[in-house]
């Protein structure tokens, strides 16, 4: 057990699995990913309580930026479920971070509509699938405007690890294809306890076809067939068509976790 309180957090760590290190230590945890040392949400200091003055902001900050030295970004998460942020927003964004809040939302099982018509449910198992999900991913961080060297560097890197997962049989991969065009993909870890989807992505050209509901239900039955009794998990941006999309899914909001990050100069 991590010792951390909130899901999203929790189930964070167990994405990251062996590839982070998580030091627990009285005010705070800090993690680690030495493999990506620019993945921002590998490498983040993690407080237990929240900063109740301006001059407490500070000292979090410096905290921070020593537990982590020689990176040029810096994030900061409160493992506590549904803040209030107004209290401690403007000395942050003072120092030039940005508060953010995620949904995280919970449940037995996913509806599952079915898939529609010539598209296919598959594991992704060969070079060739892993390659294609790689491609897909990385056209979708292009779509949303990051620079392309990150973006590659940071997908290649994920995936070797996700994959490493997925053979070692701590999660999985999943994709739809439309023939053989792979047209959407996202992937799960899980635990007899708890099961965290990540990274839903949609072809250009295939979306607003009710795709990511179909894969979402077929992943959700999947896992459910291979741990029944655990909690499904899944992460957005806060008040998202993402997030909307999971609550007609049957995912139900459960906690508000609150970060604050800051970009490289």
């Not at 040029?72 to 209030?84: A, E, H, L, Y």
């Not at 072809?203 to 894969?215: K, N, V």
């Not at 998202?240 to 999971?246: E, G, I, P, S, V």
Request: charged residues 25%; hydrophobic residues 40%; glycine residues 8%.
């Amino acid at each position: 057990m991590t010792g951390l309180k909130t899901l999203e957090l929790a189930t964070d760590i167990l994405v990251m699995g062996e590839q982070s290190e998580l030091t627990n230590y009285p005010d705070r945890f800090v993690q680690r990913t030495p493999e990506q040392p620019d993945f921002w949400f590998g490498n983040r200091t993690i407080f237990k309580s929240l900063p109740k003055d301006a001059e407490e902001v500070e000292a979090q900050i410096s905290i921070a930026l020593r537990d982590h030295p020689g990176v040029d970004f810096s994030v900061i998460f409160w493992d506590v479920p549904d803040v209030d942020t107004k209290p401690f927003t403007e000395p942050f964004e003072a120092a030039g971070y940005e508060i953010e809040t995620g949904i995280t939302l919970a449940g037995d099982l996913a509806v599952r509509p079915g898939l529609p018509g010539g598209i296919s449910f598959r594991e992704i198992t060969s070079d060739a699938a892993w390659e294609a999900v790689i491609e897909l991913q990385l056209a979708g961080m292009l779509g949303d405007g990051y620079d392309p060297d990150t973006a590659e560097s940071y997908i290649h890197k994920s995936f070797a690890r996700r994959r490493s997962v997925s053979e070692s049989g701590r999660g999985g991969w999943f994709g739809l294809y439309d023939d053989d065009l792979l047209v959407a993909d996202m992937g799960l870890v899980w635990s007899p306890e708890l099961v965290r989807y990540q990274s839903v992505e949609t072809r250009e050209s295939h979306r607003r076809r009710g795709l990511c509901a179909a894969l979402l239900g077929e992943v959700s039955a999947y896992a459910s067939e291979r741990h029944p009794g655990a909690r499904q998990v899944i992460v957005a941006e806060d008040g998202t068509t993402a997030a909307r999309l999971y609550q007609r899914a049957g995912f139900v909001p459960v906690e508000r976790v609150v970060s604050a990050s800051r970009t490289p100069k």
